[in-house]
């Protein structure tokens, strides 16, 4: 490729590129930009000064950053990983440096801004609790219990479709320059929607939208962490991405989520259910963390040692500052005279936390027409 042809393709990606998840990928790093680089070398060559050093070099980046955040959604982690370096390889270049380009960006979140400054936290709110952060993460609890309703069993259907409509809401009313993860859990299993955090682009709400909206359909009896499937689920190696024949209840593309070695050995045992999703939320750095659960996430726990084991995880990641610590949000489900045990435990076991604690008798109350219609269907 002719190295204007690949200027003009570098200026095309920055303006047009797809959107995450929607069937357009991106192939190998000596696909995706070695003609990006071939024209970006030649044109710094001719560069006359600062400020054209810093135009080439901003759109570049720009490109790279929205390939590396496809590739990582899609589960080419070391295509994504080479992207990254390539980024992180520019910033190091005399000329790069002088140009003052990347001079807003601290040492510690230069790859993740991406030559802009840190999101400002924003109010979040999510069935009526609401945190301000930039980086919130959202757990949901989608295994039986929480379709589980046994005055009303549609309305117990209806329960994971509901919330997962309201995470989308909270997520699509995130300011562009924030940055959101969120995973399903229940048991051994949590499964991401992606292995890092996302920016809060246009294409990325739409993309958290599509992989949610095959988890635990009402009309079908088939459940998240139910069937075969799980079995499949656990022979992933994570950050391992499976898109093809995922099984019904299950989210539209699935990884299985590990622990590092650094935060598995903060844990006396291995780390199970919210205890799980938790790890997972906190190696992605969140500022704020909100959980819609059951009250049966702590009927196998030791609340004494779950609360140690979190806080030495949160100490391996935040530093012992508990104020950088994440505040926990949890909603947690109604479902019978436990339920106020539950919520109790809980309020001792993420003490560290700063944890706001809402208890839900049901969804119904937040529900639209729409999916009260659906509800009238079954």
Same mark, same amino acid.
């Given at each position: ?176 320059? /924030?940055?959101?993860? #969120?995973?399903?859990? $229940? @048991?051994? !299993?949590?499964? +991401?929607?992606?292995?890092? &955090?996302?920016?809060? %682009?246009? /294409?990325?709400?739409? #993309?958290?939208?599509? $992989? @949610?909206? !095959?988890?635990? +359909?009402?009309?079908?009896? &088939?459940?998240?962490? %139910?069937? /075969? ?150």
């Amino acid at each position: 490729m002719k190295p204007v042809l690949a200027w003009i393709l570098l200026v095309v990606l920055c303006s047009f590129h797809g959107a995450v998840g929607a069937g357009t990928s991106v192939s190998s790093k000596d696909a995706c930009y070695s003609d990006y680089l071939a024209a970006y070398t030649e044109r710094m060559a001719t560069a006359k000064d600062d400020a054209e050093v810093a135009f080439l070099t901003e759109r570049y980046d720009g490109a790279l950053k929205k390939m590396q955040s496809q590739l990582a959604v899609t589960g080419k982690t070391a295509d994504a990983n080479a992207v990254k370096e390539e980024r992180a390889r520019i910033r190091k270049l005399d000329r790069v440096v002088a140009s003052g380009v990347f001079a807003k960006e601290s040492a510690k979140g230069a790859i993740a801004s991406a030559g802009k400054e840190a999101a400002k936290p924003s109010s979040v709110a999510f069935f009526g609790i609401e945190q301000t952060c930039s980086r919130p993460v959202f757990l949901m609890m989608a295994g039986p219990a929480a379709s589980f309703n046994r005055g009303n069993p549609d309305l117990g259907k209806m329960t994971v479709p509901v919330v997962l409509n309201r995470m989308a809401d909270a997520i699509n009313a995130l300011p562009a320059a /924030a940055e959101f993860n #969120a995973a399903l859990f $229940w @048991a051994p !299993t949590t499964t +991401p929607m992606a292995p890092e &955090m996302l920016a809060a %682009s246009v /294409a990325n709400k739409a #993309a958290f939208a599509e $992989w @949610a909206s !095959t988890v635990n +359909p009402p009309e079908s009896s &088939m459940a998240y962490g %139910s069937g /075969a499937f799980s079995s499949k689920v656990a022979r992933l190696k994570w950050p391992q991405r499976l898109a093809a024949e995922v099984g019904s209840g299950w989210p539209k593309w699935v990884y299985d989520y590990q622990p590092s070695e650094a935060v598995a050995a903060c844990c006396k045992a291995e780390p199970m259910h919210l205890a799980k999703a938790l790890c997972f939320a906190f190696e992605q750095k969140a500022d704020a963390v909100f959980v819609f659960t059951s009250n049966f996430v702590t009927l196998s726990y030791d609340p004494v040692r779950l609360k140690g084991d979190l806080e030495d995880v949160a100490k391996s990641i935040y530093g012992s500052d508990r104020k950088k610590w994440p505040a926990v949000n949890v909603l947690l489900l109604d479902l019978s005279e436990g339920s106020s045990t539950a919520k109790e435990a809980l309020k001792s076991v993420l003490h560290p936390f700063n944890p706001c604690i809402e208890m839900v008798a049901d969804v119904e109350k937040f529900m639209t027409e729409a999916e009260k219609d659906r509800m009238e269907s079954l």
